[in-house]
């Protein structure tokens, strides 16, 4: 390297960040930066102005406490910058530099010695020349000195700085003292002591500053791989804020675009609207004018034979003139044409949120405890933890997040669900499930989904498991000759079973143990129990088709319904009102609770079958058609709406369907009789499952079936005789 660009690097570093000049005295703070002297008290003397007890160094930024004595003079010296001022001062010609250390005549020094390691002025070289001990000597000019010359110069030993020993190196290093001394120190000052060699000592002290070095390199590793982290964190979160502010000019630009959309279609529809109401009133208006000038017309013509008097005129038009007065004044009048009211109706305003939510939540490392229960069954609580988490995946709860979970039933429609937040970053979201199948369960936390979601949660329904199976077919009691119905109390778990060719009702208790039975005068087709816990029973063909008795046999009332005809089948609503088919007139009749009035009465369009039983729930009817093989849905008017099945022995299809019953878990469940089976279906029709095989051993054929107040179900055989109750 030339020497003068060694020099310009050497005055660089040799630099105060401060005043941005050699320094000048250089002081080392504690964090190891280097200022002159003066520029630090500046610099600490502006502080205490600010009323400020600190300074920060103007490199690092560390803090340091302003000393007492408003000076930073007991600070350590640097020997390296002292030494690089030192041989910059060599290059420097204007600067008085070295002095001579060989004579006492404080002479600039000319040369320097590299082997006796001293600078030496003129007088000094040429007396050093001419002894034949130093002759030899390399000697160097300082106005010729070159870069590696330099290089050794700021190498050299130090020197001692005590009175009379500067003429010694530094050889040793005190332990006691923790100084660096000369020969003559360990004599004089340092007697007794532990000393070092000084290069021993650097050694072992550089091992210790290289183990520190290596700890903070590693270190220094560590923060650029976190300022990495950092940078693509910053990186990330421009961009994601970037997105959102997309996402919310799309969201915006579509809801422009919709409502200029929906502004078009009214338009449309307002013109359309106007031009067909206007066409209304023009032609009420041509009818007005049309009226109008044929009786002016007439009452012109008139006034003038009469403003003429000729009797001949007279008497020849008056019974024309009579007889068109007459057509005109009886001609009917055109009303005016009354415009209906336009009114535009905004049934859901716009609703914009402010939905930025500036949180630590990391919806990407989010997770839902508990989602994927494989236990979930319909009507039964359930519930799953949502966890949110920060972007180092610590549990965090954020007063602003917006957590979200949207369940969709197999139909399609919204679940409700119930969110309880914590307040620690735990959300417990509780639903029920109504209907058994495939679920789609989403999680969003703030706008953004889970990983993972949506999920498909597979609800199970409810498993009807054969319980016991009690009556047979005799005369005796708890003997049966072919039942037509069942049904069973809300209030008292009775069983009533319909023995018809024995003319009685029969009452077990829920276990199926025989208690009374109810004599009749003729065959029972049907009975039901009210609210009130009374049976009311059904005989066609007799003046008195109805009866009421109490559930304890004892006879209340006669039913003489004047709108029954042939009566087959009788169910009672939730409501209190009486459901009957009709076999004769192929249609299904409901009567009041009082049993005094017809409410409703309609039949399945385009079918000429007699529908078989009926009941009612949710506001629809059930009807199930024997021989048209299919169930058949009305709406609480009685408008048809579809049909459930149709003939055949796959799911879903029936062979005789007779009776029906909704159970608690709102399935829809069908005895197909001839089948030898049960169907259970959502009440919109779609199958779900079903209960035959071993269940129904022997040719056991499902008729008639009931649901209890504990959720049994209890279902006839008409021609056995028997029942089965499952659980």
């Avoid at 910059?88 to 008085?96: C, F, M, N, T, Y």
């Avoid at 109008?292 to 008097?309: G, H, P, V």
Wanted: hydrophobic share 30%; glycine share 4%; net charge negative.
């Amino acid at each position: 390297m030339d020497v003068q660009q060694l020099f310009r690097n050497l005055k660089k570093e040799a630099e105060c960040p401060l005043c941005i000049e050699t320094v000048t005295n250089p002081k080392t703070l504690p964090c190891l930066h280097s200022f002159c002297l003066e520029c630090l008290d500046r610099h600490a003397n502006f502080a205490r102005r600010q009323l400020k007890a600190t300074i920060k160094c103007p490199v690092c930024k560390t803090s340091f406490q302003i000393p007492e004595t408003d000076t930073f003079e007991n600070l350590p010296s640097s020997f390296h910058l002292n030494r690089l001022v030192d041989v910059l001062a060599l290059e420097d010609g204007s600067v008085q530099s070295q002095i001579c250390n060989s004579c006492d005549g404080n002479n600039t020094a000319t040369c320097y010695c590299f082997v006796c390691q001293d600078f030496l002025c003129a007088s000094c070289f040429e007396a050093h020349q001419r002894l034949k001990a130093s002759r030899g000597h390399r000697n160097v000019l300082i106005d010729k000195l070159q870069a590696q010359d330099v290089q050794e110069l700021i190498h050299r030993p130090a020197m001692c700085s005590e009175q009379y020993h500067e003429d010694q190196p530094l050889e040793f290093y005190c332990e006691d003292c923790k100084v660096l001394i000369c020969h003559k120190c360990t004599v004089v000052s340092h007697n007794r002591h532990t000393m070092t060699d000084i290069q021993k000592a650097a050694q072992e002290q550089k091992m210790q500053m290289s183990d520190a070095v290596a700890k903070v390199k590693a270190e220094i590793v560590r923060y650029k791989s976190e300022i990495k982290k950092q940078t693509d964190l910053r990186k990330k979160n421009g961009i994601e804020i970037l997105n959102e502010e997309k996402k919310m000019t799309d969201t915006v630009e579509k809801l422009i675009r919709d409502l200029r959309e929906h502004e078009r279609k009214m338009k449309d529809k307002f013109r359309e609207i106007y031009e067909a109401e206007q066409k209304h009133h023009a032609t009420r208006l041509e009818n007005f004018e049309l009226v109008a000038t044929q009786l002016k017309s007439y009452f012109e013509r008139c006034q003038s034979i009469l403003d003429r008097n000729f009797s001949v005129e007279i008497l020849q038009t008056n019974h024309a003139i009579l007889g068109r007065c007459n057509e005109l004044l009886n001609v009917r009048k055109p009303d005016l044409y009354m415009s209906p009211h336009v009114h535009y109706l905004v049934e859901k305003k716009l609703d914009l949120m402010d939905g930025v939510v500036v949180t630590k939540t990391d919806p990407s490392k989010c997770l839902a405890e508990g989602q994927d229960s494989k236990e979930v069954k319909e009507r039964k609580e359930t519930y799953f933890v949502i966890v949110t988490k920060d972007s180092k995946e610590f549990q965090c709860y954020q007063q602003d997040d917006k957590i979200k979970v949207n369940i969709l039933t197999p139909e399609g429609d919204q679940l409700k669900t119930d969110i309880e937040d914590t307040k620690d970053g735990k959300y417990t979201v509780t639903y029920t499930p109504q209907d058994a199948g495939q679920h789609r369960l989403e999680i969003l936390v703030n706008g953004q989904p889970l990983t993972g979601s949506p999920w498909i949660v597979q609800v199970h329904q409810h498993q009807y498991q054969f319980a016991f199976q009690f009556g047979s077919k005799g005369k005796g009691q708890g003997e049966s000759d072919a039942i037509y119905d069942i049904d069973v109390s809300d209030k008292t778990g009775t069983i009533a079973v319909a023995d018809t060719c024995n003319k009685r009702i029969q009452l077990f208790s829920c276990e199926g143990k025989f208690r009374r039975e109810i004599r009749l005068d003729g065959e029972p087709s049907s009975m039901a129990f009210t609210d009130s816990g009374d049976l009311l029973t059904l005989v066609p063909g007799s003046d008195n088709k109805l009866r009421l008795f109490s559930e304890k046999g004892h006879f209340i009332k006669h039913i003489n319904d004047k709108h029954l005809d042939n009566p087959g089948d009788l169910s009672i609503s939730s409501d209190g009102r009486i459901i009957i088919t009709d076999w004769w007139e192929n249609n299904i009749k409901v009567l009041s609770p009082d049993e005094n009035d017809l409410l409703q009465s309609f039949s399945a369009p385009d079918c000429d079958k007699s529908p078989f039983c009926a009941i009612s729930h949710q506001e629809k009817f059930f009807v199930s058609y024997y021989y048209a093989n299919c169930v058949k849905v009305f709406d609480r008017t009685g408008v048809y709406l579809h049909d459930i099945g149709y003939e055949g022995s796959n799911n879903g299809q029936f062979y005789g369907p007779a009776g029906l019953v909704v159970d608690k878990y709102n399935r829809l469940i069908v005895c197909d009789a001839d089948n030898y089976r049960l169907q259970l279906f959502t009440l919109s029709g779609t199958f779900l499952s079903k209960i035959d095989g071993q269940y129904f051993k022997n040719g056991f054929r499902p008729s008639y079936v009931a649901i209890n107040s504990g959720g049994s179900l209890i279902v006839a055989d008409t021609f056995k005789s028997c029942i089965s109750v499952f659980h």
